[in-house]
């Protein structure tokens, strides 16, 4: 899964301890989500775009796949 969560977590100028306190999952599950290794839930997704100010389409999927 390709995703732009960490683009849009640093527009929001937010760490990913900050954005772990805001989504209630931990730090690492954040840098895993990141680093593509992790796939979260629908909720997590959602908790994600909601803090974040952007859509699922805008983090989670890409272009031309």
Request: one cysteine or more; aromatic letters at 4%; charged letters at 25%.
């Amino acid at each position: 899964m390709i995703n732009k969560v960490k683009l849009a977590r640093l527009e929001k100028s937010l760490t990913q301890s900050e954005l772990a306190e805001l989504t209630n999952v931990t730090r690492q599950t954040i840098g895993l989500i990141e680093k593509g290794q992790y796939n979260p839930s629908l909720k997590l997704c959602l908790d994600i775009a909601q803090v974040l100010n952007k859509t699922l389409d805008d983090l989670f999927w890409e272009v031309g796949s």
